[in-house]
């Protein structure tokens, strides 16, 4: 065995073998894959092999399509036969939320480059004979997907590997990993030790094992997962061609044809659970099954007997029972682990035969370029925080398993696994009637519910519109007032910390104390990593906040750029401080009752901040700055002091007409001034000049990381440019992700939307051709698949002037 690789990969499963295929390609050839028993002998082996276009995800299709196009050349790519099944899949609709769900699919497919149809009831059968459709809607029929062999696509892409000169360790189990003062990766097997640049977790069921060698949290846990395969039916064996592969959201399974019989996997809504009693499975599990548990799924094979009257006639020749791994989002993960450089996750797949190949693709693609060509963000381990324990992993792992079928409304988040983080406000914001959603951990408010009655979750306009509406007016007309303490927040200190920051944004880092500046940190490429305002507090002291779900992400964006001779501290205090928001025509008059501090216009400016204390509590950090567009001041306070700030704000602002608002408010805003959203608008495949950002970008400074490249892509131009739309919407606003046409050709994206209620408008971010990025342009956005017009309209049409903001 080598005793030193650029790359070490853990696992001989499709996600392991799917990224070794990669980097090769990539031109990575100096790389070990080690495998503790056979290739596939995880859960690999024995999945039902389906690979589905639909998805709701732009990039999780991409990472799906490019799988379903690899497939069926493998054979010829490596030499190794492949069994492809083209025989796409009919995804059913039995609610019109969910008819509503396939048409903005459909747009996701225009994007995407997948050809599909969506059918009624009569034309499903013109494809599916056999098929009761009693209680369907509609159908989305996908053409070119289907179903492999999973260890035809492994095998392969190992052979194709092997070829280009990577090198697999069969039998070969990692025991240990470290990291090297060297900051290299030792990974010790029972066959040797073996130093690498790079380690990757692609371990399936054994990831959180290998993870917790070097302290890593991987939240996944495993599922047990069934699929029955009945005897051949004859009518199987007179039909063709192959059936399409059916989802059923009436039976919660998966039905299609596997030689001639027929084969159904079931996902149960109340009683899945975790293998093993979620422990991991033992070093010796090997090409095995899970023992079986048939009588949970007997009520959904009654219903898929229903739907499929043909397998209720037939007897059942095999039960398939395997582990398989869930996050608690149902993605996998892909991308850097939190902390120390080089330590890659690849593993937790759920659906990892249908996404070895993408998944593959994109992470070397990362690895070897920095950054992949698709927005990895939804991959990125670093999305789930410390609070993602195996407890609540587990419990929402299952929650998620339960609801493989349901379709999820927009904004829409499981009732399980919550109340992980609360900012010290949350009672009182509860019984305000906020109306939570999770993001990073937090239980952050959405809109207030007047009502008591909660949220009716709809792919189209619902019952927060009205409420939503009368938060962004009084923010537009008098005063709002927003918990915004999810912030991620860093402090940068020491005597290195001014250059160093200076060194690794690409806006001027502000020379004075109190200055304040949003910025972005880019990659060597050019593209962006992060967005981040930057406070200067003293000489040597900087406050920096980013987005909630950046909190792993930006330290490590931070911490990877510090160089060894720089002498500088980054501290994470995101739990240090709560924030409130307080914006509107009236903010200066609340908050002027409970402070000593100048806030008028001449000593306290726009894009400055002062130390202070305000209603009595001393070391508030506020901020003249907000994501709204009007007079305010975000107020940030140590956290066990924020209940009585919000009072006090509260009382004061009681005869200015204070109103609550949340992030659905904020969202509207922000649209009305065009603000840009860090993961929406703002990608790590995206430039500072196609996100129109020029005036965020010094290219003056003699230098920055990132600088060098943003010149050469400057010249080159931009390949698309992000515009601000107003849209002829009805009763649904953009998402983001819907296609935009020019003259009937695709021109384009969307990346959100919103209405604005100040301007009686609704609007949309989208990336299209830069010749069409003129003000006056007319477009059309394919909304649940109706054309809508829309028109190019100059940025910030909410107060272009910012005369309101720097009032
Ligand atoms: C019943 C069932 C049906 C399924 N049907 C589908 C489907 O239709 N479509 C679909 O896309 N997906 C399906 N799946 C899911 C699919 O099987 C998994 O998503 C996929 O196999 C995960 O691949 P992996 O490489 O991450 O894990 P695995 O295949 O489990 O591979 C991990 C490998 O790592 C090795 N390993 C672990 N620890 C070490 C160590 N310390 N040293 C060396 N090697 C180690 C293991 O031996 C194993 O071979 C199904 C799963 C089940 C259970």
Known sequence: MKTHARVVIIGGGVMGVGLLYHLALEGWTDVVLLEKGELTSGSTWHAAGQCPHFNSSLNMTKVHVYGTQL?????????????????????????DEEVHWLKYVHGISRLAGYECNILGPSEIKAVHPFLDVTGVKAAFHTLHDGHVAPA?????????????????????????????QSGEWQITTDQGTIIAEHVVNSAGSYADVVGSWTGHLVPMANMLHHYLITEPVQELIDHAPELPVVRDPYSHSYLREETNGILIGPYETATAHVCWDGKPPAWDFESELVAPELDRLMPWLEKAAERFPLFGQAGVKSVISGAITHTPDGTYLS???????????????????CQGGGAGKYLAQWMVHGQAEINMREFDPRRFGNWATQEVTETVAIADYHHMYYCYKPGEQHKVGRDLRHSSLHEKLKSAGAQFSQVFGWERARWYDPTGQGEDFSFKR??????????ALAVRERVGLMDLSTFSKFEVTGPDAAAFLDRII?????TKTGGLTLTHLLNVNGFIESEMTITRLADD?????????AQLHDMDQLRWRLRSTENVTITDVTDTYGTLVLAGPKARDVLAGLTDTDLSNASF???????????????????RVNYVGELGWELHCPMADMPKLFDALMAAGASHGIQLFGTYAMNTLRMEKSYRGWGSELTAEIDMFEASMQRFIRLDKPDFIGREASLARQQRGPRMTLVTLAVDATDSDCMGNEPVYHNGTLAGLTTSGAYGHALNQSLAFAYIAPELAIPGTKLEIALFQHRHTAEVIADSPYDPANERLRA
Not at 153 to 180: C, E, K, P, S
């Open 71 to 95: 497939y069926p050349k493998l054979e010829a790519l490596t030499g190794h036969a492949v069994s492809w099944h083209g025989c796409g899949g009919l995804r059913l609709a039995c609610t």
């Open 152 to 180: 035809d696509i492994t095998m392969a892409m190992a052979a194709g590997a092997r070829a280009l000169g990577a090198d697999i360790h069969r039998r070969t189990r990692a025991t240990n990993v470290q990291r090297l």
């Open 335 to 353: 991308g850097p682990a939190p902390g120390a450089p080089n330590y890659w996750m690849h593993c937790a797949a759920s659906i990892g035969i």
């Open 605 to 623: 400016r726009w894009l400055t901040a002062k130390e202070t204390m305000v209603a009595g509590i001393p070391g508030i950090r506020l901020l």
């Open 462 to 471: 619902n019952n927060a519109w009205n409420a939503v509406r009368a938060e």
């Open 506 to 510: 690409a806006n001027r880092l502000p």
């Open 541 to 549: 002291r900087f406050y920096v906040l980013s987005a909630a779900t």
